[in-house]
């Protein structure tokens, strides 16, 4: 089991950057691929991002229009999210997330769940 904690979140204003934060605990967390994502009110948790838990590899999803970011500090059991010129779409509860794969991380299965992080934009 890995025990995730989001944090950073809140409202912030169009254009800004924002990082949001994700400390992970348990025996094993470092053997996990960490990755993001984002759910909207009465629709899906959609995926955003993950790194390997080498930190050598991410894969993102075309919707993070490349201003998403995944850096990863494994040494202090914390991964990132960092998203520059955020706009008001991008409103959503955050969930960072761990899981496995074998090889392609863009295949990992996730498996532990943070609660999630709130994040409004303003225009």
């Known amino acids: 089991q890995v025990r995730l904690i989001e944090s950073g979140g809140g409202l912030v204003q169009a254009g800004d950057s924002l990082r949001l934060s994700c400390a992970a605990s348990g025996r094993t967390w470092w053997r996990y691929n960490m990755g993001w994502f984002r759910q909207t009110p009465g629709k899906e948790r959609k995926f955003l991002a993950v790194?390997?838990?080498?930190?050598?590899?991410?894969y993102y999803e075309d919707s993070a229009e490349g201003r998403f970011t995944i850096p990863a500090d494994k040494a202090n059991n914390m991964v990132y999210l960092s998203v520059d010129n955020v706009k008001p779409e991008d409103t959503a509860v955050y969930y960072c997330?761990?899981?496995?794969?074998?090889?392609?991380?863009?295949?990992?299965?996730?498996?532990?769940w943070g609660q999630g992080t709130q994040v409004t934009v303003s225009a």
């Open positions: 790194i390997n838990w080498g930190g050598d590899d991410t």
């Open positions: 997330a761990a899981g496995s794969s074998s090889l392609r991380i863009r295949s990992t299965r996730f498996s532990d």
